[in-house]
């Protein structure tokens, strides 16, 4: 049997935007177990349903900022609570900040646990803005598309789910630049901690999905694939 005795792995998918964290989650949290927690996604979701959190991030994501600290941590730190993580999560998004990383260590420390890895992905700058500038999104389920890569099956549609697909409105060239600048400043300095701390596993994004998939695998310590 493949796998790792002994329970869920607590992990991060780290990486500047556009590196394919979504789509290696979508490929590992079933190979894993675990279940797959995207900021982004809840971000996008409180805004599609108008909640005050919602309301609060929206212009912020769409310009390409960050949400403030207090807001993402409450969020998570309730998202944290939920009983289906406790057998092993995978984080995409989160944490961006030293604020946010901190806030984890703690939530962790409290229940005697710690991250077994922080699987930085790592694309050239040049590559990441053809990826986001060309990305599609499904508005149904969120599956990942690219105009010229990864086309779907019919012109529009998402190929999982029937969904409309549609343009990011962070990924315009002017919130691609504003994001790939506030990762350089607030987010990767993040890396040296994790390097520091023993779980850093950096791994080559380029190239096939499956590809990185494999090479993710091939880092984590006892899984055997
Ligand atoms: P993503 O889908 O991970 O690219 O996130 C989209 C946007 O949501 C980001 O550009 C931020 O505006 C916001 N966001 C997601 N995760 C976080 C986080 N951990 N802290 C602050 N803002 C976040």
Redesign the pocket.
């Known amino acids: 049997m493949s796998g790792r005795a002994g329970g869920g792995w607590r992990l991060v998918l780290f990486g500047a ?1 556009g590196v394919g964290k979504g789509t290696q989650a979508q490929a590992i949290r079933t190979r894993l177990g675990l279940v797959h927690v ?4 809840m ?1 996008r979701a409180a805004m599609q349903a108008g909640t005050a959190l919602g309301l609060q991030a929206r212009a ?2 769409e310009r ?4 403030p600290d207090a807001l ?1 941590g409450a969020m998570m730190t309730e998202r944290l609570a939920q009983p289906d993580v406790a057998g092993g999560f995978l984080l995409d ?4 900040t030293a604020v ?1 990383a901190d806030l984890l260590d703690g939530l962790l420390a409290g229940r005697g646990q710690r991250l077994d890895r922080v699987i930085n992905i790592a694309v050239p700058e040049p590559e990441i803005l053809e990826r986001l500038t060309g990305r599609r999104m499904c508005s149904g389920c969120g599956a990942s598309y690219h105009v010229r890569d990864l086309r779907p099956r019919v012109e529009g549609r998402c190929d999982v789910c029937g969904g409309s697909l549609q343009q990011r409105a ?1 990924d315009t060239v002017e919130a691609i630049a504003h ?1 790939l600048g506030v990762y350089q400043a607030e987010t990767a300095p993040l890396v040296t901690r994790y390097e520091r701390a023993g779980v850093l596993l950096t791994v080559d994004g380029r190239g096939r999905p499956e590809e990185v998939t494999r090479r993710i695998l091939a880092g984590l310590p006892g899984w055997d694939a």
């Open positions: 935007p995207a900021t982004g996604d971000l912020i994501v390409g900022g960050l949400v993402v998004g989160f944490p961006r946010q962070d994001r």
